[in-house]
């Protein structure tokens, strides 16, 4: 079995997540067992990973684990009336939460999980003095998972998880930190496998415990990958099985994005590298960062592979869109709406094309912080560009909107291989991009089906832009040159040889 570490699938994800929910269907699409691992204690997410066609058999997930929640089979739709509550309680049904009263006096609130139609997603109980004093956790298949239980201060002091037959599998007791809140102190796995209980100090011992019982129950050799070194680096040091281990480097590895070779590494990938003998190998998804981390540590298993795949295409299909064809003039960002990815840079970029181009229109679908995006939104409107650039925020599948640009634009300070760039080329779109560390040099041919621009240098990157815009025959063979290196060099066949290969090596 190959397990992908995670920490989450969340409704909205970074391309670390998008890239294991591309691997683990490769895996899946060759019948070689693979699962994505996720940490955290996460009530929705059977909900979320079948947005973005991940099957629950793809996913395994920690407490899921442990409460012996795996095989569930079909959701059941939990809504207040099945709650059993005594009769002659009375419930004022609201948007997002039904209050349930016993004459004037609130018992409980029973809240819905989000877009939908009142199904039960907790229960919190009052006590007469309308303090709460308990939380029921409902999970989207439908039914109880946890408790939560609150001290006079109304700050978390334990909680309960809840084995299929109602019984508890966990209990988590909180102390206080130096600010009042809550802070995890102990956890217990309750008499497990009928063994007797055992103490861990947190959900990190948890985890390094998970990964090692995963390991010991596979009837042949389990193969680990670390797609979020935070997550998963230190519980595979702890693991001294004859499980393989490989990390996958999906951020720029060092603190200074132009020193790869002597600059401190980063935080989360530093105990990976001082101990790189332990691993079986560290993949990235650049031959460019393969080839400097080889340069600093000569002695690492250390190689690159695309985080995409193409599907074959017939002859009888049509290659791409013509550029003709999508919006006019249009100009595509995809990616976190973030300092680091100089959004600002890129607002103020696109304002010098609109002088030249007065029909053109910028798209960016991304998430960031609210403030981040409110000041980007007010730049927008500082620079008189509301009628012309969209926020079009975070879309779980991106491909049939990809059909509809004509360029693609990227300004980042720094990256691990921008996951957008691949999908924008597999759509025929080409990139106009400062030259970072990691991924444009990769991808790109400059002048050929993209461009490459030294940094800082946004009039140039402009020119470029409107260079492409602005002539229709230039841009069609750029379209094109990117649409068949992509369904060239990144096809599901061969990016599974790659995989196939590399990992049998070792």
Do not use: C
Not at 223 to 231: A, K, L, M, Q, Y
Not at 250 to 256: D, E, K, Q, Y
Request: hydrophobic fraction near 35%.
């Amino acid at each position: 079995m190959y397990y992908f570490i995670n920490e989450y699938l969340l409704q909205k994800n970074s391309s670390v997540e998008h890239t294991a929910m591309n691997r683990v269907k490769l895996f899946t699409h060759y019948k070689t067992p693979a699962k994505i691992v996720t940490k955290i204690y996460d009530r929705l997410l059977h909900q979320t990973i079948g947005k973005f066609g991940v099957a629950d058999n793809q996913v395994m997930n920690m407490f899921d684990y442990f409460q012996g929640l795996t095989n569930l089979g079909t959701p059941r739709f939990i809504t207040t009336d099945k709650l059993n509550l005594p009769i002659e309680y009375e419930v004022n049904v609201g948007a997002n939460f039904s209050g349930v009263f016993d004459g004037d006096r609130l018992i409980a609130n029973v809240g819905f999980i989000p877009a939908t139609i009142g199904r039960v997603f907790y229960q919190e109980f009052f006590d007469q003095l309308g303090n709460r004093v308990g939380t029921d956790l409902w999970d989207w298949r439908g039914f109880r998972s946890a408790t939560q239980y609150f001290g006079q201060n109304g700050q978390l002091i334990s909680q309960r998880y809840y084995r299929a037959d109602g019984q508890t599998a966990i209990e988590e007791y909180f102390t206080q930190d130096t600010e009042g809140k809550s802070l995890p102190s102990r956890m217990i796995l309750k008499d497990y496998q009928g063994e007797g209980d055992r103490f861990f100090q947190n959900s990190d011992d948890l985890f390094t415990f998970f990964l090692n019982e995963l390991s010991k129950q596979d009837s042949e050799q389990t193969t680990f990958i670390v797609d979020r070194p935070g997550t998963g680096v230190t519980p595979l040091l702890a693991l001294n099985d004859n499980s393989r281990k490989y990390v996958y480097v999906p951020i720029n590895h060092t603190v200074s994005p132009n020193d790869p070779i002597h600059a401190d590494l980063d935080g989360f990938l530093a105990p990976a590298f001082e101990h790189f003998s332990h691993f079986d190998g560290f993949i990235t998804g650049t031959p460019q960062q393969a080839t400097n981390l080889r340069t600093r540590f000569p002695k690492a298993p250390i190689f690159s592979i695309p985080a995409v795949t193409t599907l074959p295409t017939s002859k009888e299909e049509t290659v791409e869109m013509a550029p003709s064809k999508r919006l006019p003039h249009s100009v595509i960002y995809v990616g976190r709406i973030a300092k680091d990815k100089q959004i600002e840079q890129q607002l103020r970029m696109f304002a010098l094309v609109k002088d030249r181009v007065p029909d053109a229109t910028f798209t960016l679908f991304g998430y960031g912080s609210a403030k981040y995006v409110e000041e980007m939104q007010k730049l927008t409107e500082e620079l008189k560009l509301t009628s012309s650039v969209t926020f079009k925020d975070y879309v779980p599948d991106l491909a049939d909107q990809y059909d509809h640009y004509q360029v693609m634009t990227n300004m980042s300070l720094a990256d691990g291989g921008p996951l957008a760039m691949l999908e924008a080329m597999i759509h025929g779109i080409p990139a106009v991009s400062y030259r970072f560390n990691y991924g444009p040099t990769d991808f790109i041919a400059d002048g050929k089906d993209g461009y490459l621009i030294a940094p800082g240098q946004a009039l140039t990157m402009a020119d470029k832009v409107v260079d492409l815009l602005l002539d229709d025959q230039k841009l069609a063979m750029f379209s094109h040159a990117a649409y068949v290196k992509a369904h060239d060099q990144w096809t599901r066949r061969k990016v599974w040889n790659r995989w196939q290969k590399e990992l049998k090596s070792e």
